[in-house]
């Protein structure tokens, strides 16, 4: 079956940098568009980047462009999220997940739409 294990989140200080990991297996890792998603304390999950199966193009949320950078070596089937200039507010579990289609498909239902699986996430923290 599908599994999905993030790493490398951690406590990070403003204006750090993290840099995220999932390992992917049970199914054709270089076939599916990918994305991270976040949940903060006390609210919903958001999409925060996402990339095409053979990472021709990747999007993201207004709010982390030029700061964050997703990536894929589907040799190792490992998505990664490198995340820089870290602000506070980036303060949420971090989840890989698996899109039902090779390309992100923006929607009125936002770009999560047709994900269907995920991690177990893994915490970052922004803290001076």
């Known amino acids: 079956q599908v599994q999905l294990v993030e790493s490398g989140g951690g406590l990070a200080q403003p204006g750090g940098s993290l840099r995220l990991s999932c390992a992917a297996s049970?199914?054709?890792?270089?076939?599916?568009?990918m994305s991270w998603a976040r949940q903060a304390p006390g609210k919903g999950l958001e999409w925060v980047a996402g990339?095409?199966?053979?990472?021709?193009?990747?999007l993201y949320l207004d709010s982390v462009k030029g700061r964050f950078t997703i990536s894929r070596d589907n040799a190792k089937n490992t998505l990664y999220l490198q995340m820089t200039e870290l602000k506070p507010d980036d303060t949420a579990l971090y989840y890989c997940t698996k899109h039902d289609s090779d390309r992100i498909i923006i929607t009125s239902r936002g770009p999560l739409w047709n994900a269907d699986s995920r991690g177990q996430g893994t915490q970052v923290t922004v803290s001076s």
């Open positions: 049970g199914f054709s890792f270089s076939n599916y568009a």
């Open positions: 990339i095409y199966s053979d990472g021709s193009d990747s």
